[in-house]
């Protein structure tokens, strides 16, 4: 049963999260798709968010924040 009103809400939640909360925007954190059940973040590796040079691996610090988004939008 698809309710109209929750998914314009859960296209608003989706606008906040992925364009303007500013820390996800420096990050590159985006929405890639939200509903009643599941969240699925999308960020693009870029060597600024390297935190290991010598693997080249992520940044802990980022991958916190992708989890902290995620459970924000839980």
Do not use: C, Q, Y
Request: glycine share 10%; hydrophobic share 40%; aromatic share 2%.
């Amino acid at each position: 049963m698809n309710n109209p009103e929750k998914s314009e809400l859960l296209s608003h939640i989706h606008d906040l999260f992925s364009k303007h909360i500013p820390f996800n925007k420096i990050l590159g954190i985006t929405v890639d798709r939200m509903d009643n059940e599941n969240v699925v973040l999308r960020l693009n590796m870029r060597k600024e968010l390297i935190g290991n040079n010598m693997i080249g691996s992520l940044h802990g610090g980022v991958k916190s924040s992708i989890i902290d988004t995620a459970g924000g939008l839980t």
